[in-house]
């Protein structure tokens, strides 16, 4: 497995489409922040910040992940891989964590993002419960990838299946905000009040408190009275 | 003109025939339409987490409204595939223009992208809660048309760019796209943006088509949208220009130096 992890590094290195989440998600990060911002709700930075991680982890153990077995198909070397003593299960499984784990780069990249371009920073009250969560996550991701490697090297257009299956489970994962957002389930639990986040009084999202200098004072637009960036600093 | 035109379909049908080659009606309409659909409605659902009744049409509308250049902007693909092909030396060698094929070899992914954001344009928005009157949708659909040609025209300018790099494919696609979807207007306004970018979001397609279609949409004649229609078909003509140019160069350089294996 680690030897297969290696590899997978190794190859990842060379290939700038597997590096493509690093080019991505800096501009993911900052779609999701002008929206809060411009919204004026800084208590959802949070999820402007965690979700180009969560985005780029589905992506990239859906996309290199998922396709690992057909690429060994495509290279000639499943027959090899068929005939070694080592468990296949184990190779994906070693390849699909050292995806992961070039996913999880993107989760402190988007906080650097955050702080360097936009002065955002997030203050992490519970740094061993979301290093828990996010490495649970991971593996989980993992686990599901490898499901995906199996599945798909099934398929004759692998790229059809990645490609229909992002953004409905972006939603339906819970990216950005729980399925709860969506409009059926807003008109279920009662309208937009039951979507975490919204400015109520109860306080903040329990992952974590967005602290950001000049929070709540956005300068205004000359023209349109909206927050612009890069935001005022107390 | 004629033979121009006479290759340029004819890559054009080279192009169609890989789409159906992958899609079939079936697998279009459930999966690839509905992943746009998801797309934007994942983009509305931000708007429902923090923005009001206007945030979320602003994003609504801006979201349908980029899957145009989103599909226009696969040509980077189609030409990367001619590029992995090999077929770079046939094309340098033949009579007809190689320039005129590769800009003519995603062609229809303009029409995709277009019936895409129309139905996404029709569709999501009353689930939202948010009903678009159809006659003022069916007003943008010449400014989608526009925004997709210029999209296009952006599109080729990567693609060229690609054809001496073709391992460089998707990231330019996807920082391609994404780059729009970030400072164009798409999700805030420009002048959300410090000046510089905004100067950079002045250059890209959809930025004016875009507002064409938010001032169709809020009721506004033709007079409120024509400025920013010629706008949005200036700045493709300045990409098609820059395409035009890169290709060229590329073309050149490669018969001068013999570089026509891949990559």
Known sequence: MLAACRLQYAESRRQPAHLMALATTPLFTAMFLSITLHAGDPRAVVYAVIAPGLINLWFLSLDLGGESVSRERWQGTLELLFAAPASLAAVVFGRVLAVAGLAGLTFLEALLVARIGFGVTLEIRHGVLLAAAVAVTLFAMAGTSTAFAGLLVLSREVLLFQNSLTYPFYILGGCWCRSACSPGGCSRSGGWSSCPGRPTSSGTPSTGRPSRDGRGGWPSSPSSGRPRWPPARR | ?263
Request: with cysteine; proline share 6%; net charge positive.
């Open chain 2, 1 to 263: 003109m004629t033979a121009a035109v006479r290759v340029l379909s004819q890559s054009a049908r080279l192009g169609i025939d890989d789409f159906r080659s992958v899609y079939t009606w079936r697998s279009w309409l459930a999966g690839w339409l509905l992943r746009m659909l998801a797309q934007v409605a994942f983009f509305g659902s931000i708007g429902l987490l923090v923005g009001s009744r206007a945030e979320i049409g602003y994003l609504l509308v801006g979201n349908a409204v980029v899957l145009v250049c989103l599909e226009a902007t696969i040509v980077v693909i189609s030409v990367s595939v001619e590029r992995f092909q090999g077929t770079l030396p046939l094309f340098a060698a033949s009579p007809a223009s190689p320039m005129l094929v590769y800009l003519g070899r995603g062609l229809h992914w303009m029409g995709t992208g277009l019936a895409t954001s129309a139905v996404t344009l029709t569709l999501l928005p009353p689930l939202f809660g948010l009903p678009l009157s159809p006659p003022r949708v069916a007003a943008c659909l010449p400014v989608l048309l526009v925004i997709a040609v210029s999209s296009y025209c952006y599109g080729s300018f990567l693609a060229s760019l690609v054809a001496r790099f073709p391992q460089f494919n998707w990231l330019a696609l996807n920082v391609g796209y994404l780059a729009i979807m970030t400072v164009a207007g798409v999700n805030v306004p420009v002048d959300f943006w410090p000046g510089p970018v905004q100067a950079v979001a002045n250059l890209l397609p959809v930025t004016h088509g875009l507002l064409a279609v938010r001032r169709l949409l809020d009721g506004g004649g033709l007079a409120a949208a024509a400025p920013q229609v010629a706008a949005e078909l200036l700045v493709g003509a300045g990409w098609l220009a820059a395409s035009w140019l890169s290709y060229r160069r590329f073309f050149r350089r490669s018969r001068v130096t013999g570089s026509f294996d891949v990559g």
